[in-house]
């Protein structure tokens, strides 16, 4: 991973897709899609209005994403979210939909999980996805239809 020098305090920063520590992170994401030729493009997002935001310790990602959804969702998608921090992922989640809410006020958020890539967290003896989301509000709307992936949202207060 390369340092930042410039990455100094607290909270989230935006960084450009293409940042070299961001994709960094991101290599390490579930997500992360891995070309047969080989080729690794600099930029990782995606189209659409995007907010890349890393720690400033570098030890976190959280990429929102506004774009059309071929699945009908509407509002802007949590596309990425990577925590190698010692923070609790569920207060970097509730402080990065801040940021997201003042890019875009007032929209609904959601994402993605993937059962088979993502390990649930034991509650209470049961398994629970998206458990992170879950403590910084968001809650449960459904199933995608091709992929089969649990859809969660959240909504400003």
Known sequence: MSEQPFLFGD???????????????????????????????????????????????????CVWRKFISADGQDGVNCAIFRNESDQRASDLMQSAMTVAWQRWPGERLYTYIDTYQ????????????????????????GVSKTRKLIIMEAFAA
Request: one cysteine or more; hydrophobic letters at 35%; a positive charge.
């Open 11 to 61: 909270g989230w920063i935006e960084v450009k897709d293409g940042n070299d520590t961001a994709r960094a992170l991101f290599d390490r994401h579930y997500s992360r899609y891995l070309y047969a030729d080989g080729r690794k493009p600099k930029i990782f997002v995606g189209p659409g209005e995007k907010l890349v935001l890393l720690t400033t310790d570098a030890k976190a990602l």
């Open 118 to 141: 993502v390990p649930p967290t034991i509650v209470r003896g049961n398994p629970v996805w998206g458990y992170c989301f879950r403590k910084a509000g968001w809650r449960f709307c």
